[in-house]
């Protein structure tokens, strides 16, 4: 009678420690990432003294920051970033929405 218990025992201590060591080590839920790099470009600007503003051949206005993007005019009197600048990175921004709306009205 002992042994059968004994067997018992060695068996299920067997049996948990082949299905505890079939875990996977790796915790991915736990993971950090590095945050994605965000870009410190402005989806929208308002125009302000000092700004040059340039027309277009098609008659509409633009400003181009320093570092070589151009905005369109838009309604309000703000610019508005041009569409080949935009990535997915900018999807997350607070601006994006507004954005959108604006390109949307331009088709």
Same mark, same amino acid.
């Given at each position: 009678?002992?042994?059968?218990?004994?067997?018992?025992?060695?068996?299920?201590?067997?049996?948990?420690? /082949?299905?505890?060591?079939?875990?996977?080590? $790796?915790? !991915?839920? #736990?993971? @950090? +990432?590095?945050? *994605?790099?965000?870009?410190?470009?402005?989806?929208?600007?308002?125009?302000?003294?000092?700004?040059?503003?340039?027309?277009?051949?098609?008659?509409?206005?633009?400003?181009?920051?320093?570092?070589?993007? /151009?905005?369109?005019?838009?309604?309000?009197? $703000?610019? !508005?970033? #041009?569409? @080949? +600048?935009?990535? *997915?990175?900018?999807?997350?921004?607070?601006?994006?929405?507004?954005?959108?709306?604006?390109?949307?009205?331009?088709?």
């Amino acid at each position: 009678m002992k042994r059968i218990r004994i067997v018992q025992a060695a068996v299920l201590l067997a049996v948990v420690v /082949v299905i505890a060591s079939c875990g996977s080590s $790796r915790d !991915y839920h #736990d993971r @950090r +990432y590095p945050p *994605r790099t965000q870009t410190d470009v402005s989806l929208i600007i308002s125009s302000y003294p000092g700004i040059a503003i340039y027309r277009h051949p098609s008659g509409m206005y633009y400003y181009r920051d320093p570092r070589g993007f /151009v905005y369109w005019r838009g309604y309000g009197n $703000r610019y !508005y970033l #041009d569409q @080949r +600048y935009m990535n *997915r990175s900018y999807h997350s921004h607070q601006q994006y929405n507004d954005w959108r709306r604006y390109h949307g009205r331009r088709r």
